[in-house]
């Protein structure tokens, strides 16, 4: 991400304001005053600009994230070429596996989902289309890394660091590094509940025509239900035949 040379420290404040709105699904102007360092006067004045445009809605002494955002998420979205060549496989993929299927891009650094498509049984996760995730702890992100350059890798490291989500993430670099090795090797990733405890995930990369990747595909299911052999033998299978559909689309369709 780049540093700004001149950074407007309003907008800065502003957009700081409706993260933590989101992250903490509506607050008021003493809780957000509270997280930012500046008073409750000025925060009421960014809310209350916000609210004219549209971009929050007031509900009693709570501002929300308003429907104003959803219009340019919808174009933001639909301005990323993959989305229109994903799309129906990652449909298609929830429809065959019955399962939660997930699209993911990466943008500075970690992993932005793009798309989701719930099959008949798909699990109910904390995960929505816009969501950012930590890209060393999902096997989207993983499968992602896997197939970009020593130097990306070594930057995205440097900067995000590999933080402990649960007793299964992976901390240490050198079997990091082995794991991303194997994801080469074998063009699929596994997430064995680095994230959420109780979730597995089989992802693999989407690449372009030098074989880097642009996006991952995934089936992404909870531990009690979809027993080793389905898990490690099935779903493998059939992530990598949309991952593989959505490639030669996109490359030479």
Same mark, same amino acid.
């Given at each position: 991400?780049?540093?700004?040379? #001149?950074?407007v420290?309003?907008?800065?404040? &502003?957009?700081?304001?409706?993260?933590?709105?989101?992250?903490?699904?509506? $607050?008021?102007?003493?809780?957000?005053?509270?997280?930012?360092?500046?008073g409750?006067s000025?925060?009421?004045?960014?809310?209350?600009?916000?609210?004219?445009y549209?971009?929050?809605d %007031?509900?009693g002494?709570?501002?929300h994230?308003?429907?104003?955002?959803?219009g340019?998420?919808?174009?933001?979205?639909?301005?990323t070429?993959?989305?229109?060549? $994903?799309?129906?496989?990652?449909?298609?993929?929830?429809?065959?596996?019955?399962?939660?299927? +997930?699209? !993911?891009?990466?943008?500075?650094? %970690?992993?932005i989902?793009? #798309?989701?498509? %719930? /099959?008949? +049984?798909?699990?109910?996760?904390?995960t929505?289309?816009g969501k950012?995730?930590?890209?060393?702890?999902?096997? *989207?992100?993983?499968?992602?890394?896997?197939?970009r350059?020593?130097?990306?890798?070594?930057?995205i490291?440097a900067?995000? /660091?590999?933080?402990? *989500? &649960?007793?299964?993430t992976? &901390?240490?670099?050198? &079997?990091?590094? $082995?794991? !991303?090795?194997?994801?080469?090797?074998?063009r699929?990733?596994?997430?064995?509940?680095?994230?959420? +405890?109780?979730l597995?995930c089989?992802?693999?990369?989407i690449?372009?025509?030098?074989?880097r990747?642009?996006?991952?595909?995934?089936?992404?299911?909870?531990v009690?239900?979809?027993?080793?052999?389905r898990? #490690?033998?099935?779903?493998?299978?059939?992530?990598l035949?949309? $991952?593989n559909?959505?490639e *030669?689309?996109? +490359?030479?369709?």
């Amino acid at each position: 991400m780049a540093d700004p040379k #001149y950074p407007v420290r309003t907008v800065g404040r &502003t957009f700081e304001i409706l993260e933590i709105i989101q992250e903490l699904d509506g $607050a008021g102007v003493s809780e957000i005053a509270a997280r930012v360092d500046i008073g409750k006067s000025a925060v009421h004045n960014h809310l209350t600009t916000l609210e004219n445009y549209e971009y929050v809605d %007031k509900d009693g002494d709570d501002y929300h994230i308003g429907l104003s955002f959803l219009g340019l998420g919808a174009y933001a979205r639909n301005r990323t070429p993959i989305y229109d060549t $994903a799309q129906s496989q990652v449909d298609e993929l929830a429809d065959e596996t019955g399962e939660l299927v +997930n699209l !993911l891009v990466e943008k500075n650094g %970690k992993g932005i989902y793009l #798309y989701q498509s %719930k /099959g008949e +049984n798909a699990v109910e996760l904390d995960t929505h289309e816009g969501k950012r995730v930590r890209l060393h702890c999902t096997g *989207l992100g993983k499968a992602i890394l896997a197939f970009r350059s020593d130097e990306t890798v070594d930057e995205i490291i440097a900067d995000q /660091g590999l933080p402990e *989500l &649960t007793p299964q993430t992976i &901390t240490d670099r050198d &079997t990091f590094d $082995a794991e !991303l090795e194997e994801i080469r090797d074998q063009r699929y990733a596994v997430d064995r509940e680095e994230r959420l +405890n109780g979730l597995r995930c089989i992802a693999a990369p989407i690449t372009d025509d030098s074989d880097r990747s642009i996006a991952a595909i995934s089936v992404a299911c909870p531990v009690h239900r979809v027993d080793d052999d389905r898990f #490690y033998e099935d779903l493998p299978e059939a992530v990598l035949g949309a $991952a593989n559909v959505i490639e *030669l689309e996109y +490359n030479y369709s």
